[in-house]
């Protein structure tokens, strides 16, 4: 997992975030099966092909960014690799892939996989279902959080996002200035569905510190709004068809997703 030490300045630059500009592709291999490819040694020649792709074709990641998802038998002779990449921060997003994309889509190989045998590759450009997250913790500053802080958020978020500890990453930590408070950036990556994404973040809106019981039983009273990169924010609640606590409501969390969004709008990579 990426950590950063609490007591990191808020001044120097954050992590690039993910964006949701991601790419999965297939690769399908016609003479080998499932069990001659599910080995350590075929994943590292895989993900030494993918980056030395991508790196030919001007979209470079960082080895985090490459998932290899699945590698099944496809018949009794052959087996399909599946791998997904997600982009981080601004300069990822858009046409990144774009290259990469159309020399796989017209018939880009990967030259140093030909030991495996004959293959094809098939590809599309996809929305990753990612979140970024901002946890304010109102009873506590950057020099009252305890080393063990950085640790016990991305299991309590790993947690609760149901995904392994490796797919959460840390990037800033703030202090806010009128008031005792920070605040923590934080995202999860490749969670397992879109439906489970829009679950989980309104449920840490509406009440984060019952769904992360552990940050709130050793840090104290906290906040958090989530975003889903590229998922359009809900529409507002009509004041015709709405009680007026709801309409109240809406208004809050209308005001938690601008702050948000002019938060990460503010970051340079």
């Known amino acids: 997992p990426t950590t950063v030490s609490p007591t990191k300045s808020p001044t120097l630059p954050p992590t690039p975030l993910p964006t949701g500009n991601?790419?999965?592709?297939?690769?399908?291999?016609?003479?080998?099966?499932?069990?001659?490819?599910?080995?350590?040694?075929?994943?590292?020649a895989f993900a030494a092909a993918v980056h030395a792709k991508l790196d030919a074709t001007g979209a470079p990641v960082a080895e985090r960014q490459l998932k290899v998802v699945e590698i099944v038998s496809t018949s009794a002779t052959s087996a399909t690799t599946s791998?997904?990449?997600?982009?981080?921060?601004?300069?990822?997003?858009?046409?990144?892939?774009?290259?990469?994309?159309?020399?796989?889509?017209?018939?880009?190989?990967?030259?140093?996989?030909?030991?495996?045998?004959?293959?094809?590759v098939t590809a599309a450009k996809t929305t990753g279902v990612h979140m970024v997250m901002t946890i304010s913790l109102f009873d506590q500053t950057l020099a009252s959080l305890s080393p063990d802080f950085g640790s016990d958020l991305i299991a309590s978020l790993a947690t609760f996002l149901e995904v392994p500890q490796e797919n959460i990453e840390t990037h800033t930590f703030s202090e806010k200035t009128n008031v005792t408070a920070t605040s923590v950036t934080a995202s999860a990556i490749w969670l397992k569905s879109l439906s489970l994404a829009r679950s989980k973040a309104q449920l840490i809106k509406f009440n984060a510190m019952a769904q992360l019981p552990v940050l709130a039983s050793k840090?104290?009273?906290?906040?958090?709004?989530?975003?889903?990169?590229?998922?359009?924010?809900?529409?507002?609640?009509?004041?015709?068809?709405?009680?007026?606590?709801?309409?109240?409501?809406?208004?809050?969390?209308?005001?938690?997703?601008?702050?948000?969004?002019?938060?990460?709008?503010?970051?340079?990579?």
């Open 22 to 44: 991601d790419v999965v592709f297939s690769v399908l291999f016609a003479d080998r099966t499932a069990a001659q490819l599910n080995n350590a040694v075929f994943k590292a």
């Open 83 to 120: 791998a997904s990449i997600y982009s981080k921060g601004e300069a990822q997003d858009g046409d990144y892939f774009d290259n990469f994309y159309n020399n796989l889509t017209a018939g880009g190989a990967f030259p140093s996989l030909q030991s495996y045998g004959n293959f094809t």
């Open 219 to 269: 840090y104290g009273k906290l906040t958090a709004v989530a975003d889903i990169p590229k998922e359009p924010a809900s529409s507002p609640v009509p004041e015709s068809s709405a009680t007026k606590a709801d309409c109240l409501s809406s208004v809050l969390f209308g005001l938690l997703a601008v702050g948000v969004l002019a938060q990460l709008n503010s970051r340079s990579l």
